[in-house]
């Protein structure tokens, strides 16, 4: 039986990933670390530590006997520009950490997720493939690129088998996020849910590649189970389900709340978002390990909607 810890469980992706492996492994099976206090109605298995504190990870995977980490904790791409040298240490010197425990402890796999951050301005911008020039602009991006490498680098020096998929933009009705540049997304749907306007914080042409919960959950647990023998890429497998513009969003939500209001008004994210690819090129995930997603625009913001208004309106 697998026994599996998920850093940063409170999360945006956490938080849902926990749920389903509890689904599929047991709930006594899996458990949830975060550096915050859960709700006082959290179900499950759950303890507080710092991916910055090696001791502590040490004596979680040690007491409940650990075999597969999933490695979520981080420090995302907005709040790591407002606070660089917190990104740093939680990025790269929490999945150090992680790393070394997980080599002393033989840890069966480690699941690290990268992100579309680790691309810069002069990146592809359509269809951008796994192999290209690496040179991001920003802290958050920084350190996934060195993560990335340091997965690479303790799967072929020392065998451990750390594997990795770089996110777009996610968007889920769960858990709001945390303060990434694809966050507008989520809040407008909210926004719309609520009846209130929203300002977006990019310019209405603003595409990037984006990918529902349901379908990121998939991908992360569907990349864990792997055969190991048929990945090509450890740590940098581009995944994806879609690409949009802001506008395009907003025009898709007004097709089922018609009097959604949303204006565009860019901030210093905008600059963070022109610096990304609009398309990713998956195909490598598709052919190695069977990736497809299951939602697009159209379904996912059918979706979306059904399911804040059951959470914001409960009575109605």
């Known amino acids: 039986m697998k026994r599996i810890m998920v850093t940063g469980a409170l999360g945006q992706i956490g938080s849902e990933l926990i749920v389903k492996l509890r ?43 650990i075999d597969t980490i999933y490695h979520l904790a981080a420090i995302l791409s907005a709040k790591g520009e407002s606070n660089p040298q917190l990104a740093f240490e939680t990025n790269i010197l929490g999945l150090y950490n992680v790393l ?114 349901p379908d990121c959950i998939k991908a992360l647990i569907q990349l864990a189970e792997a055969d190991g023998s048929n990945l090509r890429y450890r740590c ?6 879609m690409s949009f513009s802001a506008g395009e969003l907003a025009d898709a939500i007004r097709e089922f709340i018609p009097d959604f209001v949303c204006e565009f008004k860019p901030d210093h994210r905008q600059k963070i978002a022109d610096a990304w690819p609009r398309s990713l090129d998956d195909s490598a995930a598709r052919e190695d390990w069977g990736w497809q997603p299951d939602y697009d625009l159209k379904s996912m913001t059918k979706d979306m909607i059904d399911k804040l208004r059951k959470k914001l309106h409960p009575s109605k």
């Open 100 to 213: 070394e425990v997980g080599l002393k402890h033989r840890i069966e796999r480690i699941i690290v997720p990268s992100s579309i951050a680790v691309f810069g301005p002069d990146a592809p911008k359509e269809n951008t493939p796994v192999e290209v020039a690496l040179q991001p602009t920003t802290m958050y991006g920084i350190t996934k690129v060195t993560g990335e490498l340091l997965g690479n680098y303790y799967y072929h020096r020392f065998g451990l088998d750390v594997r990795g998929v770089r996110l777009p933009g996610i968007i889920s009705s769960e858990t709001l996020p945390g303060g990434g540049t694809t966050d507008y997304a989520v809040e407008m749907f909210y926004a719309a849910v609520k009846g209130e306007p929203y300002v977006c914080f990019v310019r209405a042409d603003t595409v990037l590649p984006m990918m529902y919960m």
């Open 236 to 241: 940098s497998y581009n995944v994806t389900a």
């Open 23 to 65: 689904e599929k492994y047991g709930s006594d099976s899996v458990l949830a670390v975060d550096y915050r206090v859960p709700d006082k109605d959290y179900a499950g298995l759950f303890e507080l530590a710092d991916v910055r504190d090696r001791e502590a990870l040490d004596r979680l995977v040690t007491k409940y006997k």
